[in-house]
């Protein structure tokens, strides 16, 4: 159901989300499109944080720096991104 109320002399149209879509847009950080399965876009989402740390321990939950960390540290397999950029550069010039 679609609701529209007027603040400070502005109208704005809003949404009540239901779980499923609250469950959907958790991850998110910052704003996205919102696309159906044919790929056209049906609007745009900007989620809303109280303050920097409450953005700080939404993205904790999605990613581990101590993880991170030891991974850049122990695993040495790959390529540098000199390496990576040259092989770009290659690509482009049909080498």
Do not use: C, W
């Not at 745009?44 to 540290?73: C, N, Q, S, W």
């Amino acid at each position: 159901m679609i609701y529209t109320v007027a603040s400070e002399g502005k109208i704005m149209n809003h949404m009540t989300a239901d779980q499923p879509l609250l469950d959907r847009l958790a991850g998110v950080m910052g704003p996205v499109e919102i696309r159906d399965a044919d790929g056209k876009v049906l609007g745009r989402y900007t989620p809303v944080f109280a303050d920097e740390k409450e953005v700080h321990e939404r993205a904790a939950k999605y990613f581990d720096l101590a993880e991170a960390e030891r991974i850049a540290a122990t695993e040495r397999e790959g390529y540098s991104i000199e390496e990576v950029m040259q092989h770009l550069h290659s690509l482009e010039k049909g080498e």
